[in-house]
């Protein structure tokens, strides 16, 4: 089945310091994909639609210039959490949408982000 | 919007059933079904696309409802291996953008 790897799986980092997560799809062509963010015993929650060669689309709610999203090429996006606090500290989750023959989303394995 | 679902925790026996029930205020286009581990990231369980459409993986399976906005989860015979947190996520059309239900806990016991 289509694989989506995500990087790093663990982070910890002080507070102010910009801290880059990686999402890439292994073996499919992602021209969209999503980040969401998770607390604790909570759901997800979408952030942004990540767009191949356009700007990303940012939920309600989520400061676009704190969470830089790129998506440079067709397998791989990535979201920088900048000048990170420790309110930023969350489980974030990456999805790819895989298209053919019928669409699915597979989901990156997390980052867990600690801000001291 | 969220989806709402119910209930938001369940303690079963091993062996014993249970449905979780996934209720959405806007018509949808898909409803797709995740568990999650602790610590992990959600794992795809099925996605149902067309009304009364009923799936099934293996003793797993799900009906979607597309007057009444709803999908159902049913686990049958349940495997210490189901316990962990279901979440729903819906599309309101096609295009992969999932909200997520607020997850229903579910704990198997021997």
């Known amino acids: 089945g289509a694989v989506v790897s995500q990087h790093p799986s663990r982070v910890i980092c002080k507070s102010g310091t910009s801290v880059k997560i990686e999402c890439r799809s292994l073996?499919?062509?992602?021209?969209?994909m999503f980040w969401y963010r998770q607390f604790p015993k909570k759901s997800l929650m979408l952030m942004a639609t990540?767009?191949?060669?356009?700007?990303?689309?940012?939920e309600q709610g989520v400061e676009k210039d704190k969470f830089l999203i790129n998506h440079a090429s067709l397998t791989l996006s990535t979201l920088t959490v900048t000048s990170a606090h420790p309110e930023d500290s969350s489980f974030y989750i990456c999805?790819?949408?895989?298209?053919?023959?019928?669409?699915?989303?597979?989901f990156g394995s997390g980052t867990q982000l600690s801000v001291l | 919007q969220q989806p709402v679902q119910s209930p938001q925790a369940v303690i079963l026996r091993e062996g014993e059933d249970a449905v979780i029930n996934c209720s959405s205020s806007?018509?949808?286009?898909?409803v797709h079904w995740y568990r999650q581990k602790h610590g992990e990231a959600p794992v795809f369980l099925m996605i149902?696309?067309?009304?009364?459409e009923q799936k099934g993986h293996e003793k797993i399976s799900a009906s979607f409802n597309e007057k009444k906005q709803q999908s159902s989860l049913y686990l049958t015979a349940s495997q210490l291996s189901y316990s962990g947190t279901y979440f729903c996520?819906?599309?309101?059309?096609?295009?992969?953008?999932?909200?997520f239900g607020q997850g229903t806990e579910l704990s198997v016991k021997p």
């Open positions: 996520g819906t599309e309101d059309n096609q295009g992969g953008k999932l909200i």
């Open positions: 990540s767009n191949e060669g356009s700007k990303a689309t940012y």
């Open positions: 073996d499919f062509q992602a021209t969209t």
């Open positions: 999805s790819a949408l895989y298209r053919d023959p019928n669409e699915k989303l597979f």
């Open positions: 149902l696309l067309k009304g009364g």
């Open positions: 806007k018509a949808l286009y898909s």
